[in-house]
């Protein structure tokens, strides 16, 4: 079982920055992808961020030069970092990772979320 923790959310003035981080205690697994996804009230899950395990990555075009993923594979951990913060960034965001396994495919995994609220 991979149980993905968050933490470093929380409440920031627009135009400031929060740094969140994902790890995945005791898994042996070695992850394909990990990234962050966001929900905010009302909308669908959207895509942020992710980085496959060579280090390629996709930002949403929203975030794109205000936000920075990375991630350690040997940690397996991936990190969020985000500037210039604006109100409509405020969302739960959400862990993801995933392992390709070679009997069930692809296994998708999430974290439990951790709000990030940007005031105005």
């Known amino acids: 079982q991979v149980h993905l923790v968050e933490s470093g959310g929380g409440l920031v003035q627009g135009g400031g920055s929060l740094r969140l981080n994902c790890a995945a205690p005791?898994?042996?697994?070695?992850?394909?992808?990990m990234g962050w996804h966001r929900q905010a009230p009302g909308k669908q899950r959207e895509l942020v961020a992710t980085?496959?395990?060579?280090?390629?990555?996709i930002y949403a075009d929203s975030v794109k030069g205000r936000f920075t993923i990375s991630r350690d594979n040997l940690q397996n951990t991936v990190n969020l970092q985000m500037n210039s913060l604006k109100p409509e960034d405020t969302a739960v965001y959400y862990c993801?990772?995933?392992?390709?396994?070679?009997?069930?495919?692809?296994?998708?995994?999430w974290g439990q979320g951790t709000q990030v609220t940007v005031s105005s």
């Open positions: 005791g898994t042996m697994f070695s992850f394909r992808s």
């Open positions: 993801h990772a995933d392992v390709l396994h070679k009997v069930a495919g692809i296994l998708d995994y």
């Open positions: 980085i496959t395990s060579g280090g390629s990555t």
